[in-house]
């Protein structure tokens, strides 16, 4: 018999001799852990990611449609062409969503889809009718629809005409765009999300060149001048939408950061503060400026920065100055951070970007992302932010995307936020997740290398922690993701889904994890046993 199944039928046999341990009994008890009322769980996807159907019914081109078909940018030339082909899917899938318990999911609109060139004059309405049907067939299952405006599928159009978002012009389309989206599917859609993830943006599509538009030509402004704009973009379609909409629709709309915690290396006041450097850099980038109070950005990024950090205008600072009705948050790993050290930028950067381009992720192919690195002492982000990342010095497993499995990290970001910020509406969890190594189906099934379940459980955990010891003002959670998809530069070979999904037959089966998840949605509450 192979090991695997040798492994599950020995487990099937002590599992029927073993009795399960009485509550108070001599047996460990289980802890219930009980989350707030009214808690939102649910799932996360992205257009990009899952749909598919790239250039049909009159979808145009997205930047990432254009980065993903040039080849050496994704490992093993993967693309979103079909992924999931959730496009001609759709109700199936929000069925076996609903069967899963889901009461939330959040989704995101493709621009090019909908407005082919990027300009609101030139309507598909294929593209339309498409989320108009998705979002119907969420609410018939019961499942309350949380929508981001940008996932990263900027049209190509605006790239070509005017850099995107490297042009002031990109604030207005993207504002004209949202606009559009508000009167489309706003009387049924009550949560917006403007940006998925500034940070992945814009430091690994202008600074790193891994992300579309694939950028790394000028690290040192484009970083900066990227950044500038989508927030400007985010305030004034916030700014329409609480004009316009927000009374009669009666929704909410903010934006989602992504962040990991860094902790210092070591307890030394240089490594200390690189941390904090590094929380600068990374989160407190894109949260100062709209819950810090001023409309600025923070004053280390303006010291190491100076002038190619662009300034708010009087105006756009009371505009961005509280621009979110609640604060959207992925959350992935931890990190460690040092004082800088004498190390080439190749070194500084974190290994599972390191490995992606030295090839060891993609078979042998060297990806082109190489490329920033050709001088890694001209002005850029990362020198500006002059620290030496490390792993999590505690960390001990690490998900198949390399990073560390490190909950209390969760638990201390969530403290860091809250008492800096004091977000109005609280912090809801966008993402959060893993990739996992359900490769075959017999691998999956056997639940023996999935670290999954315990991965969330730990998460969970300290997220129940930071709530109800700590007293953060946490208010949802979205798994990321509903299924396996396209994960960016690395293509199809990282599987984050609660549901696998077979890329030759497109068949759609439940991990293990997804009917545990169900059963704390269910309850709202976490069992640990
Ligand atoms: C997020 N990093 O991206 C995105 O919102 C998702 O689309 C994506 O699939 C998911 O997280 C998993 O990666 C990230 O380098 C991409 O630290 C890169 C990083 C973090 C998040």
């Known amino acids: 018999m192979p090991k695997q199944k040798r492994v599950a039928a020995k487990n099937k046999a002590s599992a029927k001799k073993t009795k399960p341990p009485k509550l108070g009994g001599a047996g460990k008890a289980s802890q219930k852990l009980t989350f707030p009322k009214d808690f939102k769980w649910g799932c996360a996807t992205a257009s990009y990611q899952i749909e598919g159907a790239w250039d049909l019914d009159g979808k145009g081109p997205s930047i990432w449609d254009t980065f993903a078909h040039t080849p050496g940018n994704v490992v093993d030339g993967d693309n979103g062409d079909v992924v999931c082909d959730h496009y001609h899917r759709m109700v199936d899938d929000v069925k076996l969503m609903a069967d899963l318990g889901m009461k939330n999911y959040r989704f995101s609109l493709s621009w090019p889809r909908m407005f082919p060139t990027g300009d609101v ?193 009087e105006k756009e600072k009371k505009l961005i100055d509280g621009s979110s009705d609640f604060f959207g948050l992925n959350h992935y790993s931890t990190r460690a951070a040092g004082r800088p050290s004498a190390t080439t930028a190749l070194q500084c950067l974190p290994r599972e970007i390191r490995s992606l381009w030295s090839g060891m992720g993609s078979a042998g192919k060297f990806l082109n992302a190489i490329k920033p690195m050709v001088n890694p002492f001209a002005a850029s982000y990362f020198k500006d932010m002059d620290i030496s990342p490390y792993p999590d010095p505690a960390g001990t497993e690490y998900t198949t995307m390399r990073w560390a499995i490190a909950p209390r990290g969760f638990r201390s970001l969530l403290n860091y936020i809250h008492n800096k910020y004091h977000p109005v509406g609280g912090i809801i969890i966008t993402e959060n997740g893993l990739a996992s190594q359900e490769d075959t189906k017999e691998v999956m099934e056997a639940d023996k290398v999935s670290t999954r379940i315990p991965f969330f459980k730990g998460y969970l955990k300290e997220m129940h922690n930071a709530i109800n010891v700590d007293g953060c003002d946490v208010r949802g959670y979205y798994a990321w993701s509903f299924m396996d998809n396209f994960e960016w530069s690395f293509g199809n070979s990282k599987r984050f889904g609660l549901v696998r999904v077979d890329y030759e037959t497109l068949e759609r089966t439940p991990k293990p994890v997804a009917h545990w998840y169900k059963g704390v949605m269910d309850d709202n509450t976490l069992v640990i046993d």
Request: with cysteine.
């Open 121 to 313: 004059k030139n309507v598909n309405k294929k593209g339309v009718d498409f989320y108009d049907r998705l979002i119907d067939e969420l609410l018939k299952n019961g499942i309350e629809p949380l929508a981001t405006l940008y996932h990263w599928d900027l049209p190509q159009a605006l790239q070509d005409k005017y850099g995107g978002m490297l042009s002031k012009e990109f604030v207005k389309d993207f504002t004209n765009y949202s606009e559009k989206c508000f009167e489309f599917f706003g009387d049924r859609v009550k949560r917006w999300i403007t940006f998925n993830e500034p940070s992945c943006i814009c430091v690994l599509g202008f600074g790193l060149g891994m992300h579309a538009p694939g950028r790394a030509n000028n690290p040192g402004t484009e970083v900066y001048l990227s950044s500038h704009h989508l927030l400007l973009a985010h305030a004034y379609s916030v700014d329409k939408y609480r004009k316009k909409f927000q009374k009669k629709q009666k929704g909410v709309i903010g934006i989602t950061l992504n962040a990991e915690w860094w902790e210092p290396v070591s307890t030394h006041a240089d490594d200390i503060n690189a941390s904090l450097r590094a929380m600068n850099f990374t989160l407190d980038f894109y949260a100062e400026p709209i819950w810090g109070g001023k409309g600025e950005y923070p004053k280390t990024m303006r010291d190491a920065a100076g002038s190619r950090l662009p300034a708010f205008s």
